[in-house]
């Protein structure tokens, strides 16, 4: 098990401006997957500024695949958010590794859905409990992230009011399907071999590219990365085409390639903090908490 969800890890990061740790409160609660299954929260806001009454924004991250475990971890540009009254929450889904490895075993391949109706339950219960509503609640994931949101936007769009989908890896099943792509026939071992019959239906009943329809989509922004080695910029390309072509909404819908980054966004620090920036940015103008031009934001 890679996090020890009944204990609470303490990071010692020297903040400057002020920052006082007695100011922000961290909670872990459990949401009830469709099948009974707990699914661990992570939660963290600033305890000055939030009313557990349904409305303040919300950023929810998720990944759910290889057995990775995303634990509970300091980042300094999330007090960006926090500090406007924003919750952030990460959905511990199966398909990660934080439960063990039977948790993982449960989100891949022929149980892959698992991960995204962990996701959606998440959202369903931070709704309930008042830690938001539907027009408050954002989404976040990257890579096989992305795929997550691809795919619980195409299955239940209604329940959120952003969604960032970076880097992400939508056309499963064309992707799975080539194998001189360097990276397919080890990446079988988490997806299935859609050259399979089962695999390949399977797949195509989640992946975001084959599952977009004419429906209402909320606020999206997509990026990608002209150099990326593991998700070629077609992919997220694609799938905002589709998106374009087929949902029935006036709501944002944003494509962002960095000519100059790879997978894992540019490198050097101040970049990485320009793209939290351009992302942040995104959420609240999503939520329309960007002032007017001229106005002072108090």
């Known amino acids: 098990m890679c996090l020890s969800l009944s204990t609470v890890v303490h ?3 020297q ?5 006082d740790t007695s100011n922000y409160v961290t909670e872990r609660k459990w ?3 469709s099948d009974g299954t707990k699914i661990p929260v992570s939660i963290v806001y600033q305890k000055n500024l939030v009313k557990l009454d349904g409305s ?3 950023l929810l991250y998720g990944y759910g695949s290889y057995e990775i475990c995303i634990d509970p971890s300091f980042k300094a540009s999330r007090l960006s958010l926090l500090d406007r009254g924003f919750i952030y929450a990460v959905a511990h889904i199966r398909g990660g590794g934080e439960m063990g490895r039977q948790w993982y075993e449960n989100g891949k391949l022929l149980q892959k859905k698992n991960t995204f109706t962990d996701f959606i339950a998440s959202g369903e219960y931070l709704i309930e409990n008042k830690y938001c509503s539907k027009g408050k609640l954002c989404i976040d994931g990257r890579s ?11 299955m239940r769009p209604d329940l959120f009011k952003a969604a960032i989908a970076g880097v992400p890896f939508v056309d499963v099943v064309t992707t799975m399907l080539d194998p001189t792509i360097p990276l397919t026939t080890s990446e079988w071992e988490e ?4 050259r399979k019959e089962e695999f390949y239906f399977y797949m195509k009943s989640y992946s975001p590219v084959d599952n977009v329809k004419a429906q209402y989509y909320p606020n999206i922004l997509v990026t990608a990365g002209l150099n990326d080695p593991r998700v070629m910029y077609s992919e997220p390309a694609k799938f905002v085409a589709k998106l374009r072509d087929l949902k029935i909404d006036d709501n944002i819908l944003l494509f962002k390639c960095e000519l100059g980054a790879g997978h894992f966004s540019k490198s ?3 970049e990485k903090l320009q793209e939290d920036a351009f992302i942040y940015t ?3 103008k999503a939520l329309n908490m960007i002032p007017a031009s001229g106005s002072r934001q108090s």
């Open 282 to 284: 995104f959420i609240l």
């Open 11 to 13: 990071f010692f990061i």
């Open 15 to 19: 903040v400057l401006g002020g920052f």
């Open 56 to 58: 303040g924004p919300l």
């Open 31 to 33: 949401a009830t997957a």
């Open 268 to 270: 050097g620090r101040f």
């Open 144 to 154: 096989a992230g992305g795929l997550l949101i691809g795919a619980v936007l195409n």
């Open 191 to 194: 997806w299935g071999d859609p």
